[in-house]
């Protein structure tokens, strides 16, 4: 009985404590915030951590080059535990706040819930509105028949990344093998891969086409021994994790001679993960890698990596989130206000510059950023290398934002003020 | 796992004494005014996140409660709960399209049913199969079908949408009262008014014969059989009957979010309902209802505030498992005979004395854990460490010493303490048996 | 012929990978009738240590130190832990497992942060082994096959052959008479967590490598245990291990025989193409659905019995 009082009393000081002691910092002066919503705690908390770092960089950054309006942003993170429902109950605290600005990187299914919620959202509170920032959700439906006026993703989808790997592969290439994981953004890039390999490399012939289950598969040999059976000379999978490492070190290790065209290879904890078995095999679609602003020669460039490294020990990679801050920057100086209406409208059409000087376009027709892509290969020569594995990205095709313009079936709805 | 079940008694539910009546009736006046304390006067609207977080606990009583009546009522041990309120959620969501087109005209008052009604037939199928077992055949059978289902939910993209799940308008101008339902203060009072529905009908089934049976199947089977019932008929309709009640959450939750995906049918939500469930006690009828609201602010409240509020939420599980394993509701039912004998003033100052090395043991435990995390993690995602409003320097020494010092002085102050208010706890119950013997 | 060939071997491997997992949780499952949700949990540290021990002292001290630290974590839990909420019931143990998860998770995160570890396979086992119709078997997998097969040999042993086998089994069902002659009764029960744990651990180390050493390899590695533990039976080591290589076998043959519902009518009519759930259900090929397998076999076999494979009790 004695205990049984004693931990009453302390969980229920446990739960009040957390709630009184760990208050949020309360900004006291005036800034722009930004609510962020993503992964931060269970076992996918590392895409938001990673996304995180990112934004804290990239925040210090645009604050430093004046901000909008005088003011400067402010990032307000919630945590989504990969819940759309989560998601939903933060969007409501970000309009609560009256912050009109909601970001969100991971996860489609959350994605998709956050488009339709805002949408509502915006048609229910005219007078509270609220722009949905899609820094990473990559199902290209979600500008194709899923675009909403209130979204903007500013990020390449999948169609576009599809497209550039197609493009970056070798002429000598005869056979390749499909692997995606079993789930609308490897679905989508499964379809994506065949369509654009279908339009722009027809003698190329697909020899398998597999998906598999997310994050279940223990042991690839079975798979493997199919990819040998058919002869394949690459794969193109949109594996990431433990699924994209696993299937590669299985199929390294059975002495297959393939190359590996991936779309995520880059992500954190990638480099890490594949280490030294990559090298040469291994290819990434990215939106920027550490070693872009050498190969290019631009001093701007060196300097914002090089002051990310100082104090980083995984690659700066999304550069896209850079443009995002400048655009909206831009949009609102534009706009002269922070008001949703009046920055969505100044967000269309937006064209910035990144460090290197190339193009970020938001396209209005379908609130999809333009970017420039590159297809780096996974070697051991070059000048900084990712997560101290020793080897690094090397870009293998560049690709420019105005050469990605794929069309679009989005009908988007306008909403007339 | 028998044992298990038979090792923890279910407090015969109350005669509906006037104090009982009256705490319901209170709770009912207090989830009708709590959207009120947090108007916003100054912009003449409510407070859109306190709504949902308290529109999410309404349907997480509904939902803990129903897995009461599996695990507190008929001692069994279900992993796939969530199944039912998930399709319950998906049939609502669907079945509001319909409204919407015309080809399913029922009011949106009613939507609940429907769910219920996919609940109860989905609850049925599966509860056909899983309830020709008990104990950890039971268990494993439905952690099996929870798991098909979740990912047939991700597979099969007609019904369930796949990873985007399926979405509807709420706003489908088919109202009994003439409500458009576009404001979440209507949804709220729709939620307020199944929960309180939902409750009374599961309180009552508990005065059931089938109630009692299914106490009477969980505490000895074999008797049970003995007397002439059936144990797996029992285990049947009781199954059946928690899935309807499962199910009228998913269709709240679908109609609050307009939107249900596969994680509304996966593990984590099955698992949360033993979470809420145990938390709050599963001997009482209402302990339920007392862990749903706690886990419902735990996960949207404290999250906010740390990203380490699963540790908390473990830690206060393996205390609670630990040291209550009657669940919240069964610390306030313990202190009911000491209430009746008016001697609740006796243990005033013993709590206070075991409050005040408590209080400095959770902070000790709080500050090192939150410490810790933002070195390792915090930090570099550009944050800065506040407590009580003060930026803290990890770098220091100071902050970490406190949080250790307290951990260490509070865990033996509180030890020597809850010696002293065990005594009194003794003396005073001890006081009361005599008491009672003498009468 | 290649193919099944291939594939059976495959499947062993995988099977035997599944035994490591599941051998350590069958003994505590079936000694003390803790389901150990956090079993993957402490595989999930077993991993990390591993890593570290291995970062400092190498691979073969890893294999050894970590599952003798996961084993005293294991022991830890089970005399402040466990033991306290023993009399509780069964449901109460399972649910102190179930806050552990929780607690592991984050703190794993907090103290090695979120990235995946480098934790590799020691350049003395990275060869191929043999190499069969083309393709090499890597000498880690052939290391891996060894020590579980070591694993099942040594607790079998353990188990039947050895006076403290006996005790263990005799305290099993008859705890107060084993008690009454004089042995203690709670300290085998620690010493069976114990001993669990540290063959969780084990499967740490070997996993770790294999797999990847990362916050989230203990949800993914999460129910399949169960699975296994329940569909070979309680009590039964054999049952387990049989279970382990069925499992194995069916999730290969699945990905290599790649048929869907409608393939199999095809001989009797033509399915025809419909775009509806049914449509759907009908198509989906056999290999993405194999994971699921195991989830479908376990409760076919739990209706029709529901002691498990070779089970001594009902579970």
Known sequence: MVRRLLSITTLALAASLGAACLGPAQAAEDTIKIGYVDPLSGAFAQQGDASLKHFAYLFERINAEGGALGKKFEIVPYDSKLQPAEALIALKSITDQNIPFIMHCAGSNVAAALIDGVSKHNARNPNNRVIYLNCGALASDLTNDQCDFWHFR????????????????????????????????????QKETKLYLAKLRPDIKIVGEELIPLGRVKDFSPYISKVKASGAQAMITGNWGPDLNLMMKTSVEAGLDLSYYTYLAHVVGGATSVGAMGENRLFTVTEFHPNVPSEQKSAAGEEFVAKWRASHDFDLFQMNNYALLKMLASAINKAGSTDAYKVALALEGQTVKDPMGHDYIMRKEDHQMLEPLYAAQFVKDVKYDSEKTGFGWKTVTAVEAADLAQPTTCKMKRPAS | ????????????????????????????????????????????????????????????????????????????????????????????????TGASNGSFPIPMELMPLAGGLAGLILAIIFGYMATKQRATAFAMITLGIGELMATAALMFQHFFGGEGGITSDRMIDRSLFGLSYAQSIEVYYLIVFWTMVSVIGMYFLTQTPLGRMANACRDNFERAQFVGYDPKIVRFIQFALSGLFAGMGGALYAIAYEIVTFDSMAGPLSANALLMAYIGGTTVFGGPILGAVLITVLQSGVSLLSNSWLVYVGVLFITMVTFVPEGLAGIIMAHGPIRKAGKLGKLAVPYVRILVPGFILVLGFVALVELVSFQTIGAAQGKKLVLFGNPIDIASNIPWAVAIGGLIIGGIWLRFESIVFGRVWDEITAELKRAEART | MEIILVSLLNGLVYGMLLFMLASGLTLIFSMMGVLNFAHASIYMIGAYLAFEVSRWFGFLPALILAPILCGAIGAAIEIWGLRRVHHNGHIAELLFTFGLVFIVQRGVQMIWGMLPMPYRVPSYLDFPLFTLYGANFPAYRGFMLLISAGMLLAIWLLLKKTRVGLIIQAALTHPNMVSSLGHNVPMVFTGVFAGGCGLAGLAGVIGGNYLTTESSMADAMGPIVFVVVVFGGLGSLAGCFIASIIMGMIQTFAVVFDYTIADMFSPLFKVPEMDTLLGEILTVPMSRIGPLLPYALMILILLVRPRGLLGTRDT
């Open chain 2, 1 to 96: 796992m028998s044992d298990a079940a038979r090792s923890i008694p279910m407090a015969t539910p109350r005669r509906a004494g006037s104090a009982m009546t009256w705490l319901w009736v209170l709770g009912l006046v207090l989830a009708i005014a709590l959207p009120w304390c947090f108007y916003d006067f100054a912009k003449a609207r409510h407070s859109g996140f306190m709504i949902s977080m308290f529109s999410q606990a309404g349907m997480m009583i509904i939902f803990a409660l129903s897995y009461n009546m599996l695990m507190g009522q008929a001692g069994l041990l279900s992993f796939c709960h969530a199944v039912f309120f998930g399709f319950g959620g998906y049939v609502v969501i669907h079945a509001l």
């Open chain 1, 154 to 189: 500013f990020d390449a989808n999948t169609g576009m990344r599809a497209e550039t790997l197609v493009r970056s592969l070798p002429k000598t290439l005869q056979s390749v093998y499909l692997i995606n994981q079993d789930y609308l953004f490897g679905q989508t890039l």
